[in-house]
């Protein structure tokens, strides 16, 4: 057996695609391309046959588990296994869709070798970046942690210079308040040698006038013993203490600061080439939006009056009219699986809940446009002014206006005020993304209302400009827009940095939606298809 039965098997002439053939004369093995290049040189004799009848090829058949004296030479494709010639004709695979083994085997290599390539060529290399990625960021984190590392240490130099300099103050009252403990007992003392000095100097005077019959001195005599009976005053100083109040060590935490949480998210990647997982024909003569209810539902409207729920296999599971009878300019599914819409022409926007439809905002001067619903399950309202010379996004909860995003921090106008699509997106990270198409420009504003950034596409050779028309975004807070004259879907990251496009054969993209697995789904405008696409 030729050993190399058992490998992908290149081309020994381009050795790049898989061998198809190969010329026994010349013993060399060919791919469909290269077999016309080969037979061009006619200083030779040639003779091209498939390669599995080559005469060095030795298949290796592998025996039927119940006729063990029968190769399986057949190919089931229901069942997708080798068989053998009885089972394919008499047993339990009769009827079913047979093949040649070998031409099966030659299909199979050449999956392999696509499978080969795109492991080899892209799927490894992305591994590669991403653990060279993980390896600069642990490097990364060594660093970071070791200047927090620093900053605590530094943190506490601080603090034990503070701490000694408040022991060496406390140390210098300690000695001032001791020397003026000492001066006043000092002074005290020195009051009481007084006064015992002056009794000394009485008693001896008075044993002088004991001692001698001097008349005159014995007459002058006045005792000052009541004087001296009345005792100096006793001084009492208090010693002085020093408070040692109980350390709170929650509080001393708290003052010397704290570290903050870990946090690790799982951020998903992009596939190398988004595929189309479903397309749902609607019905429409011209679709507009799209809007997920489930993973295998969605809601849908055109040039109607009538909204229309399917599935992904194009059935029909209910469709509602409008209360006007006026086509909706746009719909969202509420986090509580209930549908709301627009109405531009009377100015309202309505909830449908139970197929029961109830008005819950009327306008005055203003006309609704696009809307989405946000993560506190309240609404945001793109909307212009009758006179079409201004334009906004509105806050509602409930029925309750509690926002209004118009201008930006110098009083210029954030949206342009043409009556063109601005459908409005609210992201994960609650900023508000809003496709202006007549701008031709994605505008994101915090949540606050604050400008973040402008997207206007990318400098390229297209003939269109770029025009966003749909919007949303995902779990992982990408942004994605539909470029309507491009036939093409933008992916951006939260900040407004483009990743990638999404292609897919789109052709007029218009409305979007992803459902809870991120898988994203495209109205196409023209074909009035919902193409359902895998791009995570």
């Known amino acids: 057996m030729d050993p190399r039965a058992q490998d992908v098997i290149l081309c020994d002439l381009c050795e790049t695609d898989p061998l198809q053939y190969c010329c026994e004369h010349c013993d060399i093995n060919l791919c469909t391309d290269c077999v016309s290049k080969h037979l061009s040189d006619f200083s030779k004799k040639h003779e091209i046959a498939p390669y599995h009848l080559h005469k060095k090829f030795t298949p290796s058949y592998s025996k039927c588990l119940k006729h063990t004296d029968e190769d399986c030479k057949l190919y089931c494709e229901n069942c997708d296994i080798p068989v053998c010639s009885t089972c394919a004709l008499f047993r339990e695979h009769k009827?079913?869709?047979?093949?040649?083994?070998?031409?099966?085997?030659?299909?199979?290599?050449?999956?392999?070798?696509?499978?080969?390539?795109?492991?080899?060529?892209?799927?490894?290399?992305?591994?590669?970046?991403?653990?060279?990625?993980?390896?600069?960021?642990?490097?990364?984190v060594e660093t970071n942690y070791g200047k927090l590392a620093t900053t605590a240490d530094q943190q506490g130099e601080v603090w034990h210079r503070e701490v000694t300099a408040i022991v060496?103050?406390?140390?210098?009252?300690?000695?001032?308040?001791?020397?003026?403990?000492?001066?006043?007992?000092?002074?005290?003392?020195?009051?009481?040698?007084?006064?015992?000095?002056?009794?000394?100097?009485?008693?001896?005077e008075m044993k002088n006038i004991l001692d001698t019959n001097d008349i005159s001195l014995t007459s002058t005599y006045k005792s000052r013993n009541d004087e001296f009976n009345k005792l100096p005053p006793t001084i009492k100083v208090t010693l002085p203490s020093l408070s040692t109040p109980t350390i709170n060590t929650e509080k001393l935490n708290e003052m010397f600061g704290s570290l903050t949480l870990l946090s690790v998210t799982t951020v998903g990647s992009l596939l190398a080439a988004p595929r189309l997982t479903a397309t749902i024909d609607t019905g429409y003569n011209t679709l507009y939006n799209v809007s997920c209810l489930s993973e295998d539902q969605v809601w849908t409207r055109g040039f109607s009056k009538t909204m229309k729920l399917l599935n992904l296999q194009n059935k029909l599971l209910t469709s509602i009219q409008t209360k006007s009878g006026n086509a909706p300019e746009d719909m969202a599914v509420t986090r509580d699986g209930d549908l709301v819409y627009t109405d531009y022409h009377n100015k309202t926007v309505n909830l449908i809940k139970n197929k029961k439809i109830r008005t819950v905002i009327t306008l005055q001067g203003w006309r609704p446009c696009n809307v989405c619903c946000t993560a506190s399950n309240g609404l945001l309202v793109t909307m212009y002014s009758n006179d079409l010379k201004q334009s906004k996004v509105v806050r509602y909860s409930g029925s309750t206006e509690t926002q209004t995003i118009q201008f930006n921090d110098k009083g210029r106008s954030l949206y342009s005020s043409d009556y063109q699509e601005k459908s409005i997106s609210e992201n994960k990270n609650l900023d508000i993304c809003v496709a202006d198409s007549e701008a031709r420009a994605v505008v994101v504003v915090n949540q606050s209302g604050k400008l973040r950034f402008r997207y206007t596409g990318l400098p390229s050779n297209t003939k269109e400009s770029f025009t966003p028309v749909g919007i949303t975004t995902d779990s992982?807070?990408?942004?994605?827009?539909?470029?309507?004259?491009?036939?093409?879907?933008?992916?951006?990251?939260?900040?407004?940095?483009?990743?990638?496009?999404?292609?897919?054969?789109?052709?007029?993209?218009?409305?979007?939606?992803?459902?809870?697995?991120?898988?994203?789904?495209?109205a196409e405008c023209n074909t009035a298809k919902v193409k359902k696409i895998q791009y995570l």
């Open 95 to 140: 009827g079913h869709d047979i093949s040649d083994v070998l031409e099966k085997l030659g299909s199979k290599k050449q999956l392999i070798q696509k499978d080969l390539e795109e492991l080899e060529n892209k799927i490894s290399p992305r591994y590669k970046e991403i653990s060279s990625a993980v390896q600069t960021e642990k490097a990364e």
């Open 168 to 204: 060496n103050k406390r140390k210098a009252d300690i000695v001032e308040t001791k020397t003026k403990h000492i001066s006043v007992l000092d002074k005290h003392t020195d009051e009481i040698t007084h006064r015992m000095t002056e009794i000394n100097q009485v008693i001896l």
């Open 476 to 522: 992982l807070s990408h942004i994605l827009t539909a470029d309507y004259h491009n036939h093409h879907i933008h992916i951006l990251d939260q900040d407004g940095q483009f990743l990638r496009y999404i292609h897919c054969d789109l052709e007029r993209p218009l409305g979007l939606c992803v459902d809870i697995r991120d898988n994203l789904f495209v």
